[in-house]
């Protein structure tokens, strides 16, 4: 019998299954902040402050509506900046599809560096989350339907960031000073794509873990589910076993009258809801991202997790201790995910729909631009066979937007089809880097492109692991990639200072 999975797996970082988006529920509060343009706050953790920045709703059109504007948030740190007078450089994050502070605690290389280059450290906010709402600051507003969401879109988010540069340099008479893009995941790609598109703006790209290579079929929609599978069968061959084969098992379990009780008992899901799909989405869940953060030391970027958690999910499923029940095992493995710190409460909720890194609109932009196939599974797959099927992503769009996706326009924008011919011509200074444990290195650039286009891959990487602030236990592998990343920005730096001082303005 074919398990049909109704979990789709939408974002960076979230699923959703189908019941959710259909019936997609954001969170309804009004986003308060400053009436004040430029007022600053301090953040609680004492790394930046909050600057707000009025931008412009549209960059590409000229109709009265697009002159709207809303207040754009960026965190700004300038305790090691060099200065203008220097010529001190800036290090600019392109904000991803989440709460800008989120990503900003989690990327400790660019306050790490920051010292050594004496840099201007700045984070800047994706429009449409946390904070940077437009259409009055009101998220109710601007996500109630596609007239609004229509001014979601990633060459919106690439003109915002220029735009703001541009201007955050004239005030603080910086022009002169040249600007390093960052950015992790989408944020990577981000980054990646400014680089390109804005090279008058910046003058290099740190990509990391940005799988700019899964759109359409550069691709295979199998790579992704494929790396999962091969970081739990590395571990042990027991350990992919006893997953492989419990999916089959839960649906029999479900079948029996009784069966889902036993189920809901066996990993401790709360009683107010339960079905053979939720409980198969919630387990899947935690395989994937427990393989994207296979860290080599304990995280707290999705969940709070130990050190390469695969290891020890595997651990709880091969413990011969534990004895011959399934389900008892892979409630063990589970509770490394969703347990680690003991603060799950009693039972687990599925129905728990809460997003508190303010994820929720990536659900439109996987409805237009973002079509990512990563849900191909082979028969040798950790999760049952199946096929993408773009078919089911364009009806599931239509019911929650009323709209069709544009599968092939992030390749029209950004090339990628063939994509040494045409980057080792006119591109240059981007690094690209990936974990191969992480599944996102599927859609990865693992090549070099060129001599300033480079790829640099870590075995034992996983998710964007060189943008974490660095710990005493990092492994040297991880000491080896941050190094290298550092000696080509400052080589980017020194040929920046070379052109500048032989260039008469
Ligand atoms: C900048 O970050 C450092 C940590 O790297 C922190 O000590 C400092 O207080 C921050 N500065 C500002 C202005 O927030
Ligand atoms: C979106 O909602 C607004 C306000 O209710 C309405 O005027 C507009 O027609 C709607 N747009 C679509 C595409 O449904
Ligand atoms: C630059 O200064 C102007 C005038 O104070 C201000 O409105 C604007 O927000 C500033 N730009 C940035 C990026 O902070
Ligand atoms: C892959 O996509 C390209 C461009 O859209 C198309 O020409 C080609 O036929 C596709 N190949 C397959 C196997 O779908
Ligand atoms: C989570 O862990 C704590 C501490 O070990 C335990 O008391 C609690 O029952 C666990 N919750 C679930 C749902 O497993
Ligand atoms: C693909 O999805 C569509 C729409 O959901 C469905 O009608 C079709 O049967 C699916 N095709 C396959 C091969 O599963
Ligand atoms: C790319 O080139 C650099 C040297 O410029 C090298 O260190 C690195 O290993 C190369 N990357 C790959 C994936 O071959």
């Not at 509506?65 to 060099?82: A, E, H, K, M």
């Not at 199998?222 to 839960?250: H, L």
């Not at 040494?420 to 599944?439: C, E």
Request: hydrophobic fraction near 35%; charge should be negative; charged fraction near 20%.
């Amino acid at each position: 019998m074919e398990i049909k999975f109704t979990l789709l797996w939408f974002s960076l970082f979230t699923t959703f299954s189908f019941a959710k988006i259909i019936t997609p529920r954001f969170p309804s509060s009004i986003i308060n902040r400053p009436e004040q343009l430029s007022v600053s706050t301090n953040d609680q953790k004492g790394l930046y402050k909050s600057m707000f920045f009025t931008q412009t709703l549209d960059h590409f059109n000229y109709n009265p509506q697009s002159y709207d504007t809303f207040q754009q948030r960026y965190l700004i740190n300038d305790t090691y900046w060099g200065g203008a007078k220097n010529n001190a450089p800036i290090f600019v994050y392109t904000g991803n599809e989440g709460e800008i502070e989120w990503f900003a605690q989690n990327t400790g290389f660019m306050f790490e560096t920051a010292p050594s280059f004496r840099a201007l450290l700045i984070f800047i906010e994706h429009r449409f989350y946390g904070q940077s709402m437009p259409f009055g600051g009101d998220k109710n507003i601007a996500y109630k339907n596609s007239s609004t969401l229509g001014y979601l879109s990633s060459t919106q988010a690439l003109a915002d960031y220029a735009t703001l540069i541009i201007d955050l340099k004239k005030n603080l008479s910086a022009t002169d000073s040249p600007v390093v893009v960052f950015g992790g995941s989408y944020g990577g790609m981000l980054a990646a794509w400014f680089r390109l598109k804005y090279p008058h703006v910046t003058i290099g790209a740190l990509s990391s873990s940005s799988p700019i290579l899964l759109f359409e079929n550069i691709s295979s929609p199998y790579a992704f589910n494929n790396i999962i599978t091969q970081d739990f069968r590395s571990e042990s061959e027991n350990c992919y076993k006893v997953i492989k084969g419990s999916w089959q098992q839960i649906e029999d379990i479900a079948n029996q009258p009784g069966g889902l009780e036993v189920l809901r008992k066996s990993f401790r899901i709360c009683e107010n809801y339960i079905s053979a799909s939720s409980l198969e989405g919630w387990l899947q869940t935690a395989y994937i991202y427990t393989a994207m953060t296979d860290y080599p030391t304990p995280s707290n970027f999705l969940n709070p997790m130990p050190a390469y958690p695969i290891r020890q999910m595997c651990k709880a499923i091969d413990d011969p201790t534990t004895g011959n029940d399934p389900f008892g095992k892979l409630y063990e493995a589970a509770v490394v995910y969703y347990n680690y710190t003991g603060e799950a409460g009693q039972c687990f909720d599925l129905a728990d729909n809460s997003d508190p890194h303010g994820l929720g609109g990536w659900n439109w932009q996987a409805c237009t631009e973002m079509i990512m196939p990563t849900d191909g599974n082979n028969e040798e797959s950790i999760f049952p066979a199946s096929t993408w099927n773009y078919s089911d992503r364009v009806s599931v769009c239509q019911q929650i937007f009323n709209i069709e996706p544009r599968p092939t326009w992030i390749t029209t924008e950004f090339g990628f089809h063939d994509i040494k011919m045409a980057l080792k011509r006119f591109g240059s200074n981007i690094i690209f880097f990936n974990g191969l444990r992480d599944p996102w290195s599927g859609g990865g650039v693992l090549k070099n492109l060129s001599k300033s286009i480079v790829a640099i891959v870590a075995k034992e990487g996983a998710h964007h692991v060189d943008l974490r602030f660095s710990t005493r236990e990092d492994p040297e592998w991880l000491v080896d990639v941050r190094r290298r990343e550092i000696n080509i920005i400052t080589k980017w730096l020194s040929e920046y200072y070379h052109s500048l001082a032989h260039h008469s303005h």
